[in-house]
């Protein structure tokens, strides 16, 4: 990844296939890497969030990296979590990704542990300097239970700590001060960080972070649609806000498959994470919609709502 | 207020103007409604947050509601706030509002009490049924410390219970669900709930909810440069992004006078408050700046502060 | 109230009866005031949580606390609850509750509006200096979202700001940090604040506040088994801590009664409240168990389970 | 460990003394297992929080778990934590400890991953059955964000999963009420889980939580004064309850070294064990009061208020 040019367009953030014996399924992950790039995706990060990387244990993250990095062979470049609690943790996983190919790194602030925002920007600073790949800060308070400030963000911006930003924050008022405070949408590439890149990973507000300013949009329902946030990209790009809010519409309609899971018998992210692994069965790419554990899978009936709504948006054929 | 058609556009949360002994200065009120109403204001929102109805007696909420609806003398349609603990003690300000001359209400969920889904649906249908005057739904979850969710709000608004909301959740991507919801941007008007009207109180992503549906907007800054949120709203109903977009980037330059006040030693509300008060009468509007007790007073360094923003975004001559 | 002795003992937040229409049922508060004081209980909180406060208009709330004043006749002393968002709005209730003859305020720092802790500070020394009554802190972050540190109480015992803490914050490590700071259970006579009195609104670890140190207790469930509670008080007093847990034990048991409710279709607040008022009518103190708007009402399998507590306590005789 | 009685007594969370390097310091740490043998401590928790586990790699984990095993050798029972985001994380740390020598497991729910109730329930079961040793649930809502309820673990608790509580939530109420639930104080070992042992994390309330039923208490503090612990213990189970809260109220002024750090430049967490390891530093334990990174380390003034707290306690020579 040149270090000259912010990381701009989609990059979803990969699921990961699982036997259900829950081992990885590498033949599915790869013919997944294949169904994301011939979409035309513009990079991709693996071992995320929505790639369960939590439910992973390192040899299984070893497994995911390495495949993902092999399939894609260089066409676009891979991001990888690097998702533990502390920096030596951290630092750990790091060395690993950097072996197995990895083109830059996602690392969230501490968590479970507590800390403060000066240990927060040291454990940043670390990283960056011994991580030895490209550093983007993950913002995802909803896991960290904490949310990076826009003047934390820009500071490590500006000092070259980090390569970028993948905001899970949902906070667009943020991210719209950051932008500003980089120089503006059209000023920020004479900014004072002007190879820093901004991605947002609120699926369904792509449409206006583009504008906005952000380079680019890390979609977990770009597992299921990458076509459809590549052509809302574009819209975005040639300027055709119309046929872009048009997209996102039908994009907030197949969302709604994160709810298809029962309320009250699992939790709303085992719920979203087994609609997309699901819908990617539906969709002849993975073998299976097995989600890790201790996760409580999709009954039938969930799962034939996950395939309306894959009917609805026009990605399987109607009945 | 008409209730076959949406209410739209901006739509200032008017500050309270305080003597220093903290009595109302209604002299500086009438004249701030002036201010906003020949910036081309569309409505006005009164006793909501930025206009410290927290902070208010009983007796000032009314003279301010009664200072305002006088002064606005129909000009535009006057949204009053109704902010309190329960149904009950809601009903009491609503049938003060309503003798005071509003035209609609708005009230968020139950806080200090701790209630279940259908007891805010209850609140709301009570509210509905027995307040007299359309009602919005206020969601604030930084006060309220919880957030109403799409499906409540679009039962609610297919009901007729509610005649709008004014989100100020931050929570863009409800917003949008709620929208599409609703039959999407184009298609509301034709929707289940053609006059429910979205305001959004996220006043540093004004184009982007508009562009996604969203009615209007309620902004707090909208205090200190109505004309520019006028100009913001014009440009994306005139489908002119990019000026938008750079309406809106000025606008959140001048939001960073809410970082006024030293962090150690006040509160970011009333550092955001004081700002906007001094803004006022650094702009001739208010006498004074004075917030309500127990809030912390701007000192003159962040005062200083404050005109710096307003010059930088040529609300004042430069020096 | 003299100040120069803390308040000991057990003193119930009082729960409010009301008519199926929602009015104050005097009659009912009247006799559940006496069924308190024949219990031997030490002082009266009218107007708490557990009152409904947050429910009461600011009439009902008079009438509620003229009925209490009247009912007690100085035979102990009377708390009054003036809960409301802010210092002006506080000091508004506090001239009514001096007015209906309360001998001290019970007030929480400031919600709803969001204050730094030199702000809350300013509320409780306005308060302290304007309110013309003893006045007690009352720590509850679940309706507040914010706890009152041991810093900042130890400086408002210390200075005379507070008479005592009604801690409902269920944090016995910082009630016992506060018992340390101001001279230790044995020592706090000859400390820095000797009349400061803390009361624990934890129903369930009584006999360990008083053992560490409380001076009493403000059982919600001292509603229902007012006698329970002076038993237990007595037995920690006369330093019989075995017959102290086994009293505490049994109302452990006892407040099961606060989950009668379904879970899935009320708050637990409501179902604690209305399982309170539904004992107090069976015990035949309340003539109805209505809770207020937005409440949702116990049902008859929810009401029954309360019955089956009230038996097995001992309080209403096996069928 | 016996699966037929309960572990009872003090276990001290054991602090991992590291180089400056960051490196574990395996000659400081076995020095500090016969500090905590001598004073008489009836087991070892190594890997907890307080043990910095979220802080140590993997290999550094192993490091410090032999250690501990080897220095102990069989003396008293160790518990070992393994603190890690979802089951199949902790199955691969629950075998490492298991190869190590580990007599018992203790596991938080799911952090990071968001779980509902019933898959925190699945994630229990499954280290239960697949773990190979005694499994405890450790409580920690400040790190996991979230509580375990009482009904879970007593479920827990009566099925075999459990062997037993670490309870660091600071809710005493709902300790009481898991007491309770499983036969009382007194009832326990007749009760549905007769071996199952709850054990406080809250150090500034033992006194509290042994009279109410708790089996032992695992206090942080006790790295620092393991003797005061197990004196404090002692004379509970004599039924000294003075001399229990003489020495309660001793341990928690010696406590208040947790704020030695200042609280603008560094975190709660790091502040406080960073004083406890500074302490050790003191009294010859540890080589080095070194915490992991990114923590801020204590500057000379903190550790001279570390050191006084030591005098005051009699744990130093006054100067």
Redesign the interface.
């Known amino acids: 990844m040149s270090s000259s040019q912010p990381l701009r367009g989609v990059v979803p953030p990969v699921c990961t296939p699982l036997h259900p014996s ?1 081992d990885v399924d590498t033949v599915s992950l790869a013919r997944h890497v294949e169904h994301l790039l011939s979409a035309g995706v513009h990079g991709l990060f693996a071992l995320g ?1 929505s790639g369960e990387a ?5 040899r ?1 993250r070893d497994v995911v990296l390495r495949t993902v990095v092999d399939s894609v062979a260089g066409r676009v470049p891979v991001l990888a979590g690097v ?1 533990d ?5 951290v630092l ?1 996983h790091a060395e690993a990704a950097r072996e197995a190919g990895a083109d830059a790194l996602v690392a969230t602030a ?7 925002p ?3 920007a ?2 940043y600073r ?1 990283l960056g300097s011994r991580a030895g790949l490209p550093l983007y800060a993950y913002d995802i308070p ?4 904490g949310k990076l400030s826009v003047d934390l963000v820009r500071e490590l911006a500006e000092d070259g700590t980090l390569a970028g930003l993948k905001d899970s924050s ?4 943020s991210l ?2 950051l ?2 405070a980089l120089g ?2 059209h000023g920020r590439a004479a900014g004072p960080a002007p190879s820093f890149s901004i991605l947002t990973g ?4 792509v ?3 583009l ?3 952000a380079d680019g949009v890390v979609p977990g329902l770009g597992n299921v649609d990458p076509a459809g946030y590549v052509r809302l990209h574009d819209a975005v790009r040639a300027g055709d ?1 119309d046929r872009a ?1 048009g997209e ?2 039908r994009l ?2 197949l ?1 709604g498959m994160v709810d298809a899971g029962p309320e ?7 719920s979203a994470i087994g609609a997309f692994k699901h819908a990617l069965r539906l969709l002849g790419v993975f073998a299976h919609g097995t989600t ?5 899978q999709l009954d039938d009936a969930s799962v034939a709502r996950v395939g309306e709504r894959l009917r609805a948006a026009g990605l399987l054929p109607a009945r």
Do not use: K, N
Request: net charge negative; proline share 4%; with cysteine.
């Open positions: 829950g969030s939590a439910f992973l244990t390192d299984q998702i609690m502390t920096t030596p943790r750990a501490p968590f479970y542990a507590r800390t403060h000066r240990e927060i040291r454990h670390t909803v896991s960290v239970h949902g906070d667009e008022g719209r001060r932008v500003v503006g949408r609120s699926e369904l507000t449409d206006c972070a504008l906005a300013g806000l809010v996102q519409e907030v309609e969302f009250d018998a699992m939790g709303r992210s085992s890790a554990d201790p996760q409580i």
